[in-house]
């Protein structure tokens, strides 16, 4: 390899400029603000000798990444980064030197392009003008390209012999025009739309004692006939010909070319080059930011995947622009953000509703959409089971004031007034814990509907009061820290709410666990007249005692007629119930477990169809909760045991008779009420507020990429005027549902399909409307109609999908990540960040923190505190405050860096780098003197 | 980059010689025979200055990857591979160019090796004579390590004011021993024993204007006090010391130079290196095999794992070696294989035992291991499932004359005698379908037992001839294809198998269907009285008539006793069993699913342990069946229902009590019936030869890594033996289990741990022994004892763990990955090799080939010609034969490449590429040839 000899001194790499010669030479060409040049598409074609017979057969091609023809295989390898030799870069550095470069040729048609070249290669001397003849033929010989069916010869021109005849007569087997192949060819879909290409075409010959090379770069772009795989005019060509016995050398010589054309800068470069000299400037350019990989670490026969995440060309081109390297363009919507956040904390309401606006339109026609359709399933099926649990308890709790009934109306009004015009339409509004537990101690002696109303018209003045004085700022507090505690938190909940769902089935179905096969003759159930004499105590059977008991047949009485008529049961199989809890565990696990499979099919390889299969794919993913259902909805209509089902109220009328839809605000109670309601809404109001305000700062979250802004005073102002519709309707109070939020917008997410073959799709964000919201409520509101097919629905199932709602909920939450970092050795653990930026066992001490924050939370959660609870979240706050004594400002960077205001934290952000390379070791002496003082 | 300026002519590349001048100095050093060099441990230590002080700070380290200290994180980053850039290998050529170099320098203490660099410098006039106090200081500063604990500042040596001390006094931080810490270091372990040290030294000083740099090389290694982490001897030495300003390039050139030391072939140049230009020569061929990513499709920030396989040092040093290319050394135990292959089909039994003896007394204790443990427990229990399974259906078939506790003894004599002797001990025996069947049809009129006799002693006569006339020949015709083929069939009936027995299970509990829980009343199962006038047709009750029928409580009996005494069940609950079958069922796939799971286990991160955790893992890997076994074992007991269970004879006697344990050969049938006997017992043979022959064949797969050899005619040898032994004494034959001997290598499957940080585990091979199998069957053997412990075993847990037998034995073939493709659309299909070399349509009809062969094989042995059964896979290689016709040699090269007789495969292998290289292009021509055939 002493081929290579570096000339440069000791002295040169010291005393280095900012900019190599190279380097100055591309800033001169690159610093011009014109247009960006187009995408290049490169096609390999090598030269094939087949008996008497030539043509150029496409070997590889490039979008972005290297997409190989597999010779025995006939078809294209995966695409996968082109790995190069040093070697082969180098010689196409020297072929550059010494060959012949055209630049800006006017060129129409291969066959005279091809006259140029070797025209241009006489006059130079590099050829001897005898084999002009030959050379013409060669490079004008048909192009065979990869394509679904391989090509035969038998269906070729019909073949001639004799090598290089020397009349022009069949020199050109190039056709003028696109062939049917070309424009047939789906692969057009992979390039960009203004894509021009540029061909390389490689061959031996066994005339030439030395290599032809041209370099050509036409002044526009022509579709030169079959030249190309797809109909893309060709730009650029670069012939390499050469003596026999090289094959493999020219071959990545041709993939060292076809590597630099694709690449992003170099492409720049030769759009623009003025001359050779340009050109090689580019490919050292190049060369100096390769990476190079050990050849004792790496085998060079791997494929490397096409890596998620590339450098930006911005920032690799930036270097050579006079201007500041930092703000690449693009980013309109932080652009947008950043103004907003501004507004956010002192325009409040006006503001809001400013920004959400101009989307409105939007936010109804960019629903139409299949995912939509599963998103609406799913959220449905959602609410509507919390409002049958929650309807269940809070007629417990009210003594049916508020039943079923009124769950499900209330969550459908609420629900449709919120999307329609709520600030963040994503957010799903539902009856939580903590206000089912006001309820429940509201419901005493006093009038129950009337206070409540007053409690309500309280609590909906304090919140508007709240939009006023633009008190969401709180939110400003909420770091990940917060964020991530609250909604785990709420995600076990769930979890433990679905578990214990699951197991109260087995409570209410218990098993008879002694149940002996052979004995079956022992277990019975018989229903036992009451003994005639016994006074019965209710008074409601009271005109029973007329009826002739001895008529009765106890025997045939079923279960609640015997109990009704005042018998008993007795038997060794009454208290139990067959095979009921145990076909409920299995739909509960399989709904749970087949929906998680499902979802991560998206990830998989399979399915049959040929075109579109990343979106049916992802269809089989956005319909995973759907299809668990239905399969299990199927198996237990199968089975046909009486499992639970999901009842919905099949009447519109209040579920106690005596009270209408409307309360009346005065009359019951006494005057003073009206006012002393103040104080117990007061505390509603900051139940509402926290509960609210947190679960939007989580669906704010940056990592869910939301366009249109948020709407945190506006969401307030509806939440509060809905408080007063529902107090006045008797209807329970609603506020944000974290973890169906989270599915909600789980359930929306979009990604990009892939572009350049290789190129890894990409999170594009959540498809921001209001449709699928106001259709999950209004069809919460009909749910009456839609009684006779929810009725096969077993409520096992449902309760599988919440397990699975708080489960998923708790993906890619940093915090489950350093939860689960307890469970690993330090040299398995994955790469994390923040790992390299914070020792471990301060990861683990902010863990164990947040830790202790949940368990506290927890435990007040399940005695009666609960009631407070959201006010706990203040707390949270109080204790990452406190967080700031035990951690650097550095660590805490790391480890809770997401503050729900983007735009303040991106201009903290640039100003800590610079603090941080000022600072940086300074810091890192405060840090290591903190360790000192807590470890010893 | 203009200062890389490649000075080679275009000329000079197309005559390029074999070897470039630098491969050409290479081969002059690197040619000697003489001992491999040491391993090099190489650590990268950079200067700090903290305040006044200074010191070395380890920064990274590389055994064979690199490992980067994480700064902020306090931690060692996760081993990758060491992605350089170009800039700073050419910066560190001309630094090897310039700066100092010293070979063989007699070095015993840091101080005097660089009071002997810097005297070096000071002559050669690179530095002027007053910095050489400066810089001695500062190569003697103490050097911190990355160890567990961050060691601080104030731990360390008192620090003391004044830059540059004149005087020598405190010049040395230096210890001369190696401290506690290096002798602690846990992180020897994954040093070599004979391992050497290089160290890298990268600094950054105010009193130098242009670098210092020196390359040493000791003449011995020595160790240089904390110099190293590790208390390893140092050999080489690399400082770069140079003015402020350029640490980050400084670092990049020391990144390389570690790397290239840790490189094989560079490492081998820097110790046989006789000058500069040697070491020059070193770095140009580096550069000349490293491999290129370019900038635009890759980030250099993303750290590449350690590949799965290297390519080998051997190969790449080869090149300068003058002997021929090929055969690396190493696999010496190829080299004993193609001695046995030869000896296979003309030696025959003689050279099985020679070949197996050698081995006899490492197959014992080699067995003792943890892992085995868990492997005679998982196999255990498939064999008694097995055994009862099977015992029962002989039972049926023969009358009771083969029962249970025949099946039990049969399979644990057969066993042990075959573990012990066989010539594959890994084998499993057991009964089998077809000898099931053949069973089946032999119990007729005649007397069974004798006639049974006869005909395993003409079989073992038979199978002596087979063995002796070495016709085990024939599993040379076995290929891939019939091999997986017949592996996959018999998997499918053994997963087909197992989902039958759970479906059973919901037979035999009839689930009932019509169960209303209100109506639990009427629900019950009452003994009726039979009618007294009614005669009985059941001769044995006939003594009860004079019992007192009336004195009989009816409604006390149990469901037994009430059929037994000639009463009727009569209710609507008689049918069915509550809960049993769903419970079966939850038991059975959660087996399943939890076995699958835990075995996936291996991959994963977790686990807290400290040390050896890989082992760990490792051993919930192996131990998952059993694990799985027990947590359902244990819910079945929690649950506390009458599931079925595992129920073996408790007593040692023959099922039948009218005979004893042995068959008289004569007496009961007329004598023409030994003679007779011959026929039948040639299907006998047949069925077993096969059975046996063709899953050694799969036992002895290359992809197991099998070191002991096979031994078929050993095999059969005992399988003959054994019949005649089970026909004297009434037992049932035994012939090899396909899917229970796969799973038996797979429970004893060897993974390195892997030595290097970041190189990957390698499968080793199986734990090839005797001491599971003797153990297992033993095990089976006592089981009447066990009897107590195996009765809590519920039968739907076994039957989950054969469902799992048989996925896990689908893993891996081919034939089941070529199966998926089919649902796969052809850009997501994994990258197999034989993808690359044959269409997709001809993968595609040679898997429906193969489809078609398993589907007739299927239904064939779903009717009673099961018995032929073995006798199609026959059939199964007659079709590979003909394939021969329809594809290619090269498409079946690839597709259907493994003969079980290794060597020639190697040989041909050889030959193969030999003509590939020839007939290359020829063999395409062919290839396209048949294809226009075979479409048009």
Redesign the interface.
Known sequence: ??????????????H?TLL????ERLRHILREEDEPTPTLFTEMDTLQH?GGEMEWKESARWV??EEKV?????????PH???????S???L???L???CILLDLEGYSLPQIVDDIIEKQVQDGLIAPEIREKISFVLLRKHRHQTKK?I???LNSPSFSGTYPSQCRSMNDISVTPSTDQLKNKFMKKIPRDAEASNVLIGEVDFLD??F?AFVRLAQAATLGGLTEVPVPTRFLFVLL??NG?AK?YNEIGRAMA??M????FSDVAYKARDREDLI?GI?????????????????????E??K???S?EM?KSVFSLNELGQPNGNAGGGAASAEDEEIFCGGLWLDIKRKVPWFLSDFYEGFHIQSVSAVLFIYLGCITNAITFGGLLGDATDNYQGVMESFLGTALAGVVFCLFGGQPLIILSSTGPILIFEKLLNNDIDYMEIRLWIGLHSCLQCLILVATDASYIIKYMTRFTEEGFSSLISFIFISDALKKMMSIFNY?P?????????????????QAPDQGESDPDPTRLNLRQFNFSALDW?Q????E?LWFGGS?VGK??K????????S??LFFGTY?MTISLKKFKAS??????CR?FILRKLISDFAIFMSIMTFVGLDML????TPKLIVPTEFKPTRPDRGWIVMPFGKNPWWMCLASFVPALLVTILIFMDQQITAVIVNRKENKLKKGCGYHLDLFWVGILMAICSFMGLPWYVAATVISIAHIDSLKMESESSA?GEQPQFLGVREQRLTGVLVFVLTGVSVFLAPILQYIPMPVLYGVFLYMGVASLHGIQFWERM?L??????????FVF??????RRVHLFTLVQITCLAVLWILKSTMAAIIFPVMILGLMVVRKMLDLIFSQ?DLA?LDDILPDKDKKRKEDEKKKKEKKKAG?SE??NN?DE??SLDF
Chains 1, 2 share one sequence.
């Open positions: 390899f002493a081929k290579v000899k570096p000339v440069f001194s000791l002295k040169n790499f010291i280095v190599s010669p190279a380097a087949e972005k990444f597999e010779e025995g295989g006939e078809r294209w390898s995966k980064v082109s790995t190069l030799s040093l070697h870069l180098f010689e550095r020297t072929c030197q010494t060959g391989p035969h010869r038998s030395k290599p090379v050469g003596p090289k050398s590597t630099l694709v690449d992003d800068l400037a050292d350019e190049f060369l100096d930011e390769v990476i190079v990989l050990p050849p004792g670490e790496w085998d060079p026969k791997i494929r490397i096409p890596p995440k590339l450098p060309a690799r179905y098993i008879n666990r002694d149940f002996k096969p052979d004995y079956i003759t022992s277990y019975r159930c018989d229903c025997n009485l079923s279960k609640k015997c049961l199989s009454c139990y119930v067959p095979d009921l809890a145990m076909l565990f299995i477990s390889r399979y399915f049959p169809t040929k299969t089975m046909g045991l009486k073959p689960k307890f469970l690993m050795p330090a040299k398995h653990q994955p790469d790992l390299r930026h914070v020792p471990l550095h790391w070791k890192e002496h290591s360790e000192v």
